[in-house]
């Protein structure tokens, strides 16, 4: 059984960032397309970024250029930079496989929390 772990959330103020972490043991890392989640208080999960093997990138628009998704194959790390974070932002993230794959079992996620 396959579990990311999630790390680097925190209390942040709007406009500053954070870089989130999400290890990935025991699978052929660099075969997998990963995405990033975020699910907020009372809403669903929801899909903000994905990046493939070999590092094509896409985002949600409520994110496109503020977040960057990337990934290093050698220690199966999948990361995301975000800058210019904004309230709506908080949520807890998690890392997985993007949609159209089996999904790894979920993690336990790492909290955002923006303030205003």
């Known amino acids: 059984q396959v579990q990311p772990v999630e790390s680097g959330g925190g209390l942040v103020q709007a406009g500053g960032s954070l870089r989130l972490s999400c290890a990935v043991p025991?699978?052929?890392?660099?075969?997998?397309?990963m995405g990033w989640y975020r699910q907020a208080p009372g809403k669903q999960r929801e899909l903000v970024a994905t990046?493939?093997?070999?590092?094509?990138?896409n985002y949600a628009d409520s994110v496109k250029g503020r977040f960057t998704i990337s990934r290093d194959n050698a220690k199966r790390t999948v990361y995301l930079q975000m800058n210019s974070l904004k309230p709506e932002d908080t949520a807890v993230y998690y890392c997985?496989?993007?949609?159209?794959?089996?999904?790894?079992?979920w993690g336990q996620g790492t909290q955002v929390t923006v303030s205003s």
């Open positions: 990046i493939t093997g070999p590092g094509s990138t």
């Open positions: 025991r699978v052929i890392f660099s075969l997998n397309s």
């Open positions: 997985n496989r993007p949609p159209d794959r089996q999904a790894f079992i």
